[in-house]
């Protein structure tokens, strides 16, 4: 006799589909707890009620009656949805370096708050990854705008005051030692 469970829509236990949308809802509950954690931990205090409010969604859709989640296949693929919005594998062609600026950002942020022994260390290495992500991305948007006759790096110097100028030192000169040759002339 065929088994139906293992063709594509030829049936299969109504246990295994309750378990599938269980997981598919409590990993789309991990994104949206991701969204509002770093929403509050960005605004402080007064995100707490809707991080609350997504940890209690999370933890109802973890726990359902009667159908057993399981728990790391669930946090994998909410992370993996998450992560695949934030660095989509076709970004957009004129901002190739945004996603990354993104990831060296949320890297930094994370080993920022983070409190082991060496949470500083691996911050300070963070910091120069998003220095270097910063300075890639505004030599992208240099070029992108050189391709069309204009200079983004123009624009931004445009919009910062001038440098103040500062009054030319007039050079002293320096007062020498007599060397031995010019004693002899005396």
Request: net charge positive.
């Amino acid at each position: 006799m065929v088994d139906l469970r293992v063709i594509d829509g030829g049936g299969g236990d109504k246990d295994d589909k309750d378990v599938e949308w269980a997981e598919e809802m409590a990993a789309q509950a991990l994104e949206r707890l991701a969204v509002e954690i770093l929403r509050g931990v960005a605004r402080g205090s007064e995100n707490a009620y809707r991080v609350g409010t997504a940890v209690r969604d999370l933890y109802e859709h973890l726990t359902p009656e009667s159908i057993k989640v399981r728990l790391y296949a669930t946090m994998n693929a909410g992370l993996r949805t998450a992560n695949s919005r934030l660095l989509p594998d076709t970004p957009n062609k004129w901002d190739d370096e945004l996603p990354w600026l993104l990831k060296c950002a949320l890297r930094l942020a994370a080993e920022t708050i983070a409190t082991d022994g060496f949470a500083r260390g691996r911050a300070s290495q963070r910091r120069s990854d998003l220095d270097h992500a910063i300075e890639q991305y505004i030599l992208q948007r240099e070029e992108r705008w050189r391709e069309s006759g204009g200079s983004y790096l123009a624009r931004l110097l445009e919009q910062l005051p001038p440098l103040p100028h500062a009054p030319a030192r007039v050079r002293q000169p320096k007062k020498r030692k007599p060397t031995t040759k010019a004693m002899k002339r005396t």
